[in-house]
């Protein structure tokens, strides 16, 4: 009885003719989403399995039901695969290099220097800066005529003329990952200082007293501190780095032979430049499985670290 009671008062706690001014509050943000994010999600499903070919709009099976077919197809199809693997390579290696500087400029921000915070905030400014500006910026800086790099290497006679990094395969990935990295390692290091600064100095000076130095000080007292809040943080920066489309698109647009396409530019290439737009759901689809795998792993480190 009691029970029933409880599971009543519950319902009641939630019901329309009590809550109706929160209800009514907050419908329009619930609108938005359903009209906004869920609908397109599920339209994107829904033309996954369908023949949406648009230069073929005028073929009888133009939005027939067509199962399994676009998945067969990418999957089937060397350049989803190249993207595939050129995926995994741009978000590997840009964590990685992300994650050691962000650890080195972290550590340095967290001493005791003058003019400490003036340094904080220009480590901040690539961060800030709109991703098509900082795009600009070493598209000039990669210029064959114009730019920096290839002006320093052809002084120090590295190179007889200028080399295009950009529209070259062997480089091209490399320097739209240099570009990257530069711009989203302030969004890691932010996390990383935040988590130095929960680290007592009591303890560091425990251990220089007891002869440590600052490699061991680092791997026994800095990193068992930080790695939990380290771990979501490095999680979270790998969904940004695979959900960005805007650093390769904007420099490369996928080029030059596919070299650094990876799967969101070639699932926007399908739509809207080939205008196959059921190929290009089903690798929207398969990206969100990715995403969202991800995500779940992020959730569940976050409410871990909230139950401890």
Request: proline share 3%.
């Amino acid at each position: 009885m009691k029970k029933e009671k409880k599971k009543k008062l519950k319902l009641e706690e939630y019901s329309i003719r009590r809550n109706r001014t929160g209800y009514l509050l907050i419908a329009p943000a619930v609108i938005a989403i359903l009209l906004l994010s869920v609908y397109p999600l599920l339209n994107g499903i829904l033309i996954s399995f369908l023949n949406y070919d648009m230069t073929k709009a005028t073929a009888p099976e133009f939005g027939t039901f067509a199962g399994l077919k676009n998945y067969l197809v990418i999957f089937g199809n060397s350049k989803y695969r190249n993207a595939v693997a050129n995926s995994v390579v741009w978000t590997l290696v840009n964590i990685a290099a992300q994650v050691v500087l962000a650890m080195g400029i972290a550590l340095v921000l967290n001493e005791k220097l003058k003019g400490r915070g003036f340094f904080r905030t220009v480590a901040l400014l690539p961060w800030a800066i709109p991703a098509a500006i900082s795009a600009l910026t070493f598209s000039a800086l990669y210029d064959t005529k114009i730019g920096v790099f290839n002006a320093i290497l052809i002084r120090l006679g590295i190179f007889e003329e200028g080399y295009s990094f950009l529209g070259n395969v062997g480089s091209a990935m490399p320097a739209v990952i240099i570009a990257n990295v530069w711009k989203s390692t302030p969004f890691l290091m932010i996390f990383i200082l935040a988590a130095l600064q929960g680290v007592s100095y009591d303890m560091y000076e425990s251990g220089a007293i007891d002869g440590a130095g600052k490699v061991k000080r680092f791997l026994y007292i800095t990193l068992p501190n930080i790695k939990e809040p380290m771990a979501v943080a490095v999680i979270l920066n790998v969904i940004s780095i695979f959900n960005n489309f805007n650093a390769i698109w904007l420099l490369t647009e996928g080029g030059p032979l596919d070299s650094t396409e990876i799967m969101y530019t070639y699932a926007y290439r399908q739509a809207f430049v080939d205008h196959k737009f059921g190929y290009a759901a089903a690798t929207s689809v398969v990206i969100f499985i990715v995403i969202a795998i991800l995500t779940i792993i992020y959730v569940r480190m976050i409410s871990s670290d909230r139950r401890k």
